[in-house]
């Protein structure tokens, strides 16, 4: 089987090892991926093709699938309207068989014009890939066969995860970039609601890349100094292990993603505000790995003394996080949500993941 992905966002380093191991499977004869970033000069099983996008308006277009298409079995577009690639195969003979890979209708289900395009394109496409579970289902409802619909949890590769019982939990964590929609202000905020009600050893502590005055004056005005730490972006999975093992909970009050996935793949569970506007893998969070709250800066600041000051519940949520990670997150069970679906549009319908 000859693969071709097309990658409109890049050569992402966080999904190198998932395709990867697909480009190794032994199903798999070629597999190429076509994106529009900097060559990574490395040594893959897939092979990096370049490709210059073009700009319609706030569309974006990458013109060499016309050529390529016809050269592969199964071609994977992301499924973004933005991006939508797929339109270069309406106007020629339909050889390769074409996946829609992507969160389904997202934020933009409120659209009733992105909606309908969405629910026309998946009756288009030979399979659809999902994120979730959730995703899928949103396309049962609109008549879209179950047999062509899969789930791929989207996730990462990590290959050092395991719960770090030993280390002392201290720190009130945040991992990823720093931007106002994450709410990390909230988290200072409520912090310095209950820091005296909580142990002194207790701390804030952000990792990531950004512009931090806004939070350094948040820790002056606040009288936080010693008690909120800032560490610069970290990527190497020994030093992320090492961060998350001190962890009492990765906590992120306004937006999470896949910080999820990490978090869950050291056993941390993860504290957020359940009603916002949140990417595809809060649908990984429950009551039973995780602290998902409805209130403000108020109810976020008892949730965090309450997690704080209980040790019973630090395990258990600890416990079930990395329970839901090892069933649910691990990449294998990714990518075979992608050869699932690589088995159905090339030799008929088999066995769907059950949504």
């Known amino acids: 089987m000859k693969l071709l992905f097309v990658l409109e966002l890049g050569l992402l380093h966080y999904r190198i090892p ?18 529009t970033e900097t060559h990574t000069n490395s040594s893959y099983a897939f092979i990096e093709l370049k490709s210059s996008p073009r700009y319609y308006g706030k569309f974006r277009f990458l013109p060499e699938v016309r050529a390529l298409k016809d050269a592969y079995d199964v071609v994977v577009f992301s499924f973004n309207l933005w991006m939508p690639n797929w339109i270069f195969t309406f106007f020629s003979n339909r050889k390769p068989k074409y996946i829609l890979w992507g969160q389904g209708f997202g934020r933009e289900n409120n659209y009733w014009a992105a909606r309908l395009a969405r629910i026309s394109f998946a009756k288009w496409a030979d399979g659809l890939i999902l994120y979730t579970a959730k995703g899928a289902e949103d396309f049962l409802e609109y008549g879209i066969p179950r047999e062509k619909l899969f789930v791929a949890k989207n996730t990462l590769h990590i290959g050092n995860a395991g719960r770090s019982g030993q280390a002392q939990k201290t720190d009130l964590l945040y991992v990823g970039r720093i931007q106002k929609r994450k709410g990390i202000d909230l988290l200072l905020k409520a912090f310095c609601k209950v820091k005296d009600n909580i142990p002194e050893y207790v701390r804030v502590r952000v990792v990531g890349s950004g512009d931090k005055t806004e939070l350094l004056e948040q820790v002056n005005t606040y009288g936080l100094q010693g008690r909120v730490m800032f560490n610069s972006g970290v990527f190497d999975e020994e030093q992320l292990k090492n961060i998350f093992s001190t962890a009492i909970a990765y906590v992120s009050p306004d937006h999470v993603g896949l910080g999820v996935v990490h978090s869950f793949a050291y056993g941390v569970p993860v504290v957020t505000n359940k009603n916002r506007k949140h990417a595809p893998e809060v649908e990984y969070c429950d009551s039973s790995n995780s602290i998902l709250y409805e209130g403000g800066v108020e109810q976020l600041a008892l949730e ?6 209980d040790s019973n519940l630090q395990g258990s949520l600890s416990e079930a996080s990395y329970a839901y990670y090892d069933k649910n997150l691990r990449s294998e069970i990714m990518i075979n949500g992608f050869l699932q679906a690589f088995r159905y549009v090339t030799t008929g319908p088999g066995k769907a993941v059950k949504v």
């Open 304 to 309: 965090l003394e309450r997690i704080c000051t």
């Open 18 to 35: 998932i395709l990867e191991q697909i480009a190794r499977d032994d199903s798999v004869e070629k597999c190429d991926v076509l994106h």
